[in-house]
């Protein structure tokens, strides 16, 4: 049963539409505190499009990856959950743990990798998933940046044919509805935790696929900007002895919103577009994952930059 890209994207703003209506009636809105970026209640949850756009794709193609699909739906319904009454963080764990091992099974992972291995696989997945949580922070930056993650799966398909063509489409295509709703000066919709973490989970389905098809760790540069911004705001955490786990305003785009009062659309159409410009000049252009001492130069060379850019924010605005 193929549906026409058109059809897809029309059902997924209606139902986006009628998320709206609902969110609003049952009062599934994020008030804003002291640790927001927004200065008005609005609707949460709008990430909701995420695994609908794979149910989609799965009902539409033959009920293919049936357990990656059920992976979701249960990341999806916890995550749902937590938005609407804040789940303990053992629950919210155990279940990402139990998603991520079928993402795994589907890839056939525990086949193909050795076992000692695999405890580093189950650290990164989570630990991605959570990191691309934590990111979702202001307007249009989950949004975008999801988008220039799948529109650059697109473009290495072309000469990497791995990845299911139409399962990466159906996604942008609900990417594309929620940016209508989330990228503007005042929001409509924010993506919540069913939102971020969905598309995390996506994204580490994919990667692993691509790592088991490349085996080189490098492929995970299609995410360095993410990576960096997390790593990094993790580890000034730690050593201020601060929980990296709780919810916080210290990421470098938090203090260019809040404390610079720049314009959310455009950070995260800045983070969009220098992650654009990673993935094309690494894996794009050239048509090949990059070497690991060229991925080691780039990631060396970001974190400095980050880290001088911020620091030097951080004493502007007396936050050190």
Not at 130 to 155: E, K, Q
Request: charged letters at 15%; proline letters at 2%.
């Amino acid at each position: 049963m193929f549906l026409n890209h058109s059809i897809v994207f029309l059902l997924l703003l209606l139902l986006a539409l009628i998320y709206q209506r609902l969110a609003l009636r049952f009062k599934i809105i994020d008030v804003p505190n002291k640790r927001s970026s927004h200065v008005i209640a609005t609707v949460r949850g709008g990430g909701i499009l995420f695994p609908a756009a794979v149910i989609l794709w799965w009902m539409a193609f033959d009920f293919q990856n049936t357990w990656m699909v059920i992976g979701i739906i249960w990341i999806a319904a916890i995550s749902m959950m937590d938005d609407l009454y804040s789940l303990s963080r053992k629950i919210r764990f155990g279940i990402q743990f139990l998603a991520v091992s079928m993402a795994f099974y589907d890839l056939e992972l525990f086949q193909i990798i050795p076992w000692y291995y695999i405890p580093l696989f189950y650290f990164l997945a989570i630990g991605c998933i959570n990191a691309v949580n934590f990111m979702d922070g202001i307007n249009g930056i989950t949004g975008l940046y999801s988008l220039v993650f799948f529109g650059s799966l697109l473009a290495i398909n072309v000469y990497t044919p791995i990845f299911d063509r139409e399962l990466v489409q159906y996604e942008i295509l609900a990417i594309c509805v929620f940016l209508i709703f989330n990228f503007r000066k005042q929001a409509l919709m924010f993506a919540g935790d069913i939102g971020s973490i969905s598309i995390a989970y996506l994204m580490i389905y994919f990667l692993t696929k691509w790592y088991l098809y490349t085996e080189s760790w490098t492929v995970i540069l299609v995410l360095l900007i993410y990576g960096i911004e997390t790593i990094l705001t993790m580890g000034q955490r730690a050593l201020k002895k601060e929980n990296v786990l709780t919810p916080h305003r210290k990421h470098l785009y938090q203090i260019i919103a809040n404390e610079g009062k720049k314009d959310h659309v455009m950070i995260s159409l800045t983070y969009a577009l220098l992650q654009l410009l990673i993935n094309f000049f690494l894996f794009i252009q050239f048509r090949m994952v990059p070497e690991q001492d060229l991925a080691v130069l780039v990631i060396t060379v970001f974190c400095l930059v980050y880290l001088s850019i911020k620091l030097s924010l951080q004493r502007k605005y007396h936050l050190i």
